[in-house]
Nanobody, 115 residues
Framework: QVQLVESGGGSVQPGGSLRLSCAAS????????MAWYRQAPGKQRESVAI???????VYADSVKGRFTISRDNAKNTVYLQMTSLKPEDTAVYLC?????????WGQGTQVTVSS
C-alpha cells in the first residue's frame, strides 16, 4: 500500500513563504511524475507544478517565478517552495504521484495567506 503524506502547510501573511513536502511510503516501484495541485473553496482543483523523473518542471502561469518544485528521489519526496505568497494562493494543496501504473493522491495540507 502506497501512501503520500503532505506537510508544511499553515498560515502566513501576504509576501511570506512556506515549504511543502510530500513523502511517498510503502511498497514503491518507479516514481514517475510528481505534482502539486491545489483546490480553493468553491473552485476546481488546479495543477500548480509538475516535475518529471527526469527533472523537467512545468508551472501554472499564476505561480511562475514564485513557486519552485523539486524532488529527492532517494527520499521519494517532492517539495514545493512557495514565496511571495498572495491571498489568492489560499487553498488545500495536494500532491500526486504516478508510481508504477497507479496514480496516488495525498490527503492535502491547508495553506492560508491572510493579513
Amino acid at each position: 500500500q502506497v501512501q503520500l503524506v503532505e506537510s508544511g502547510g499553515g498560515s502566513v501573511q501576504p509576501g511570506g513563504s512556506l515549504r511543502l513536502s510530500c513523502a511517498a511510503s510503502g511498497i514503491i516501484s518507479s516514481i514517475y511524475t510528481m505534482a502539486w495541485y491545489r483546490q480553493a473553496p468553491g473552485k476546481q482543483r488546479e495543477s500548480v507544478a509538475i516535475v518529471t523523473n527526469g527533472g523537467v518542471t512545468v508551472y501554472a502561469d499564476s505561480v511562475k517565478g514564485r513557486f519552485t518544485i523539486s524532488r529527492d528521489n532517494a527520499k521519494n519526496t517532492v517539495y514545493l517552495q512557495m514565496t511571495s505568497l498572495k491571498p489568492e494562493d489560499t487553498a488545500v494543496y495536494l500532491c500526486k504521484a504516478h508510481i508504477g501504473v497507479q496514480t496516488y493522491w495525498g490527503q492535502g495540507t491547508q495553506v492560508t495567506v491572510s493579513s
